[in-house]
């Protein structure tokens, strides 16, 4: 096993963190900046399952700490540091890529161990053997946006709408390869933001006709920028990333957002299998009745991951950490099970959804597992 057989000389730097009476568990998110809207929703996932395991210290000599990254990637990578010199043997954090590639120098120079629940870059998982995640790579989502608006929409031609970043710089070349593959023409790439974006997107509109938009941002600007393209009059197919889905996104966005495709992982808040009963639960209790979102969902599984690594004698060595990761296989997370490929990526993939009457409903032309 590739990862654990590396990291054997890490032994004795770690044990001396692991051999006390706490196991730390620190946690680095945007509370505030541009990313808090992720960061409000991923903690108060993660908090429903570390808040459960400190109050009945399963396993004894758990403790949270929690810093807020200020939705800044450099001091992410500096409360990453503190946390780590502090005893943190885990953390979780890294809600965007930015943010997550600041912090994987940190982890490794500290030999720990960092479990991100949204940075999505194909690729960054093979960056650091001590870097898992709990979302799945873009590389999904994009193949299933693609192969949706393409395969299942008859789409033709693609238009293409981005927010400029990291995001998009992951997600699109594997989003623009498959709809090459499948015999569609990509258009336009057009912009969004940071000034006069709108008429641009206006003006290629009133001149052109794509089958399909694709809009490749987060939730704020997705929702922007779908005001701009029905504005436009714009009737084709259009899509957005699994960003759109977070928070009060879609509740907020009203009209514009009936018929739009997004794909994400499957979530069933109905369930009454565990681990979804009781997170559903917990968490409406702990947030005045709302309901988890996806963010919060990975959130949650982020800090399973974590927990059930840190179950048992405490780990003697960076070695059996990452061994205890790479076996949980058989543990179920609420979106899905806590399996990783070699590289620290999660086995998910995504479903496509679609928003009629405000709400999103399963619309994937495949049978549900």
Aim: charged content about 20%; aromatic content about 8%; some cysteine.
């Amino acid at each position: 096993m590739r990862r654990v057989s590396i990291v054997v000389a890490l032994a004795a730097l770690l044990a001396g963190g692991c051999g006390g009476p706490k196991l730390m568990v620190g946690v680095v998110l945007p509370t505030s900046g541009v990313h808090k809207g992720y960061g409000a929703s991923l903690m108060a996932g993660i908090k429903v399952a570390l808040d459960d395991a400190v109050a009945k210290q399963s396993p004894p000599g758990i403790e949270a700490q929690y810093r807020d990254s200020l939705s800044n990637p450099e001091y992410a990578a500096k409360e990453a540091n503190e946390l780590f010199k502090a005893g943190a043997l885990i953390i979780i954090g890294g809600a965007t890529t930015a943010e997550a590639m600041s912090m994987i120098p940190e982890a490794e120079a500290a030999k720990r161990v960092i479990i991100s629940p949204s940075a999505s870059k194909p690729g960054l998982a093979e960056s650091s053997n001590l870097f898992f995640r709990t979302v799945p790579s873009d590389d999904f989502e994009a193949a299933a946006a693609a192969d949706f608006l393409v395969g299942t929409r008859k789409a033709k031609t693609v238009l293409v709408l981005f927010q400029q970043g990291l995001y998009s710089e992951g997600l699109l070349p594997v989003f623009t390869a498959e709809v090459g593959k499948l015999g569609a023409k990509l258009m336009e790439k057009l912009p969004i933001g940071p000034t006069d974006w709108d008429k641009g997107i206006t003006d290629f509109l009133a001149a052109n006709k794509p089958d399909a938009i694709f809009i490749c941002a987060y939730g704020e600007e997705t929702l922007a920028t779908l005001g701009v393209v029905r504005a436009a009059k714009y009737e084709g197919s259009i899509c957005a990333t699994s960003a759109f889905v977070t928070g009060d996104v879609v509740k907020r966005a009203g009209a514009p957002a009936e018929g739009l495709y997004v794909p994400f992982v499957r979530l069933d808040l109905d369930s009454q299998q565990e681990p979804m009963k009781s997170f559903v639960k917990r968490f409406r209790a702990a947030n005045n009745g709302a309901s988890p979102d996806l963010y919060a969902a990975y959130g949650y599984d982020a800090a399973l991951t974590a927990l059930y690594a840190l179950q048992g004698p405490p780990p003697k060595d960076a070695s059996e950490l990452l061994v205890r990761l790479m076996s949980l296989g058989d543990k179920q997370g609420v979106t899905g099970k806590l399996a990783f490929d070699k590289s620290g990526n999660i086995a998910h993939r995504p479903r496509m959804h679609v928003i009629k009457g405000g709400k999103l409903e399963d619309c994937d032309p495949s049978p549900a597992s």
